[in-house]
């Protein structure tokens, strides 16, 4: 099998089971090799959305800047790959970022009387469509008269720069009992939907292989 060959194989997946969170899908004649860079690439080569900055105007609470940052910054974002570009992709070629690249979210838990948890749900995006994939992700407990105020930018990133950019919590591949098929699982963190994963990561196992093509090609002339 040749490179054009896996890209036009796979067009055809069957599909094998299929939910919100997960999809099973059916690979027939496809090298060990090229399956497994499928499966890779969409544990941690699909794009997504992930808090990247954090830029903390009060925090009184017991978790340190640093913690609360890293709790931001682990909490699955919903991504829509059509509308946004990865920013070393995006033409404002820009360090700080465009509204093409970068969202901004906003939370402020007010003054705090009681204690209680601040969640997902308090997190202002300014495009409705890059949030929390859920409202009742815990933050920080805040304790009466303590407060958390803070500016985030969301953007584009891979798995393979940083876990919180992963696009699937698990990618698995299993044997069949016939030869040469196997079976792709995705699981997604909710950032994507898992059709969405498996089909960019097809995009995205076929481009890097056009790109050694062309690479092999050079060194060959």
Not at 3 to 26: A, P, Y
């Amino acid at each position: 099998m040749d490179f054009e060959d896996f890209t036009q194989d796979l067009s055809s997946l069957e599909v094998i089971s299929k939910d919100d969170k997960k999809m099973s899908v059916k690979l027939k004649g496809i090298p060990l090799q090229y399956a497994n860079a499928l499966r890779r690439v969409c544990l941690n080569g699909v794009p997504v959305f992930a808090i990247d900055t954090v830029d903390i105007l009060e925090n009184s609470s017991v978790l340190p800047d640093e913690g609360l940052a890293h709790r931001l910054g682990l909490i699955p974002i919903k991504t829509d790959l059509k509308r946004f570009n990865e920013p070393s992709k995006c033409e404002c070629k820009s360090e700080t970022g465009c509204s093409n690249c970068k969202v901004m979210l906003v939370l402020d838990s007010g003054d705090t009387e009681a204690t209680r948890t601040v969640l997902s749900d308090e997190l202002t995006s300014e495009d409705d469509s890059i949030k929390p994939i859920a409202d009742n992700i815990p933050i920080v407990q805040l304790a009466p008269g303590q407060r958390v105020k803070v500016e985030c930018y969301a953007r584009l990133g891979r798995g393979s720069e940083h876990a919180k950019w992963n696009s699937a919590n698990i990618a698995i591949l299993t044997e069949t009992d016939k030869e040469d098929e196997r079976i792709l699982t995705v699981e997604s963190t909710g950032s994507l939907k898992p059709e969405q994963i498996i089909l960019a990561g097809v995009e995205e196992v076929g481009a890097r292989l056009s790109e050694f093509k062309d690479m092999i090609n050079e060194i060959e002339a």
